[in-house]
Structures are given as C-alpha cells and as structure tokens.
C-alpha cells in the first residue's frame, strides 16, 4: 500500500533583481509580497509547513518580525532549485519527503494548484511534478511561453520555446498546445540528483534548466490546470495584482 509523503513548500525570495529590486518587500494591501505568497501557500492542506528561502538580511528580518519561517542562503545559487536544495539540507528533510518550489512574485497564488501538484506523490515512481495548461496556436508562437508535450501516461516527454508539436499536414487541423507553468514539486532525493547534475546541452540549447532532468532520465509528470497565474515582474505589474486580489 502507498503511504502518501510529507509535503512541504519553501519560497525563494531574491532581494535582487534586474527589473524589480527589493521584489519580494514590495507592499501588497499593507503587507510584502513574500507575506501575500505566504498566507496562500500555508491554505494548501498537504503542505506541512511553508519556509521562506532568502538571501537578504532585510527579507530576513521582515520575515521574523510577521512570523514567517525562514531560512537564510547563499546569495550567489545559480538557481531557484539550487536555493531549495541548500533550505531542505539545512532543514533536515528527509529523502522521501517532497518539497514544493513556490514561486515567490505570484501574491494570487492559488493553494488547489499547489495540491494538485504534490497530489500525484501518492505514487511512489512520481519524482517531480509540474503544472500545464492548455494556449491557442496563437500564444504558443511566442518564444517566451514555454511549451511541452507529454506522453501518454502524463510525462513530460520535452520541453521547448519553439511551438511544438509541429504540425506538417496543414489537413490534419490544429492541435492543443500545453503552456508549462514553472512551478516545481521534487522528492527531495531527484532535487539532490539535478542539482548535482552540471547543466546539460539542450538546457543551454533552449535556456531551460527542466531539460536537465529529462536528458539525466529523471522523470517530470504534468499534472492538467486551469490555473492562469500572474507573476509580478516589474514595478507596474502590481497595479494589475492589486485590482486581482481585491475583486
């Protein structure tokens, strides 16, 4: 019989970044956004505990005083995997145990999405899961929306910028395509396996750090979503996230 694992979520949170500094402070609604993200994750009722994963005394320091659990990181990871893997080693969890990489600028987060991602864990040859949605053939054009194609069974079978799958005969009509949405679930022990993996030629093909799995023939299951998500990138998207979160 299959004894379902302990779940848990860790938030990286950056202080420093290229088109938003200070991002994850950010004031949503009288709070910072890491709180917002927070707040959503623990709603999740598979997820034993949620962490805060920082690099910046200030986030630090904001986090204690509200009573967020944290955990302080190397600054220079290449990655967010690599950020979660030095919080579980810090934190003990254990190699069964499945942790969540919770994207940190999504305050709208939605907590069926996180347990529709760590639901699949109940099968013990699930090692990491992912989230996709389904775009038009127009959206699927654009080199930033990341596409993947999945097997049968659920498994990524790759991941590309580029539209795929082609389709060669015009008769055959047009197909769904499937959006990845880059929110991550990993047993800690396939987390230890890719991040001691060096990148891989088609991760620095497509500019992808999930293609390192596939070429290492670690296996991603993509689990089906309506979720649509909203990112805050940069300073004028929170005017956006506010009118969201208050409708």
Request: aromatic share 8%; net charge negative; hydrophobic share 40%.
């Amino acid at each position: 019989m299959s004894v379902f694992p302990s779940c848990y979520g860790i938030i990286p949170a950056r202080y420093k970044s290229h088109r938003f500094p200070g991002k994850p402070l950010a004031d949503i609604l009288g709070k910072p956004m890491f709180y917002r993200v927070y707040e959503r994750a623990v709603a999740c009722p598979l997820l034993k505990k949620v962490w805060l994963a920082t690099d910046d005394q200030r986030i630090y320091d904001a986090a204690i005083a509200l009573d967020v659990p944290v955990v302080m990181t190397d600054p220079d990871h290449p990655s967010g995997s690599d950020r979660i893997m030095e919080a579980a080693r810090a934190l003990g969890l254990e190699d069964d145990a499945v942790v969540v990489n919770i994207q940190g600028d999504e305050p709208a987060l939605d907590p069926d999405m996180l347990k529709k991602l760590v639901e699949p864990f109940i099968a013990p040859d699930i090692q990491v899961t992912t989230l996709a949605r389904i775009i038009d053939a127009k959206q699927a054009e654009n080199p930033d929306r990341v596409k993947v194609v999945r097997s049968a069974k659920g498994f990524a079978l790759y991941f590309s910028r580029s539209k795929i799958p082609f389709i060669r005969d015009s008769e055959q009509g047009d197909t769904d395509y499937l959006l990845h949405i880059g929110i991550y679930a990993y047993r800690i022990s396939a987390l230890k396996n890719f991040t001691a993996l060096p990148p891989s030629p088609l991760e620095n093909i497509e500019k992808l750090e999930q293609l390192r799995l596939l070429e290492a023939g670690i296996p991603i299951y993509v689990v089906m979503t309506d979720y649509l998500g909203f990112g805050v990138d940069r300073p004028e998207d929170l005017q956006l996230i506010l009118r969201q979160l208050q409708q």
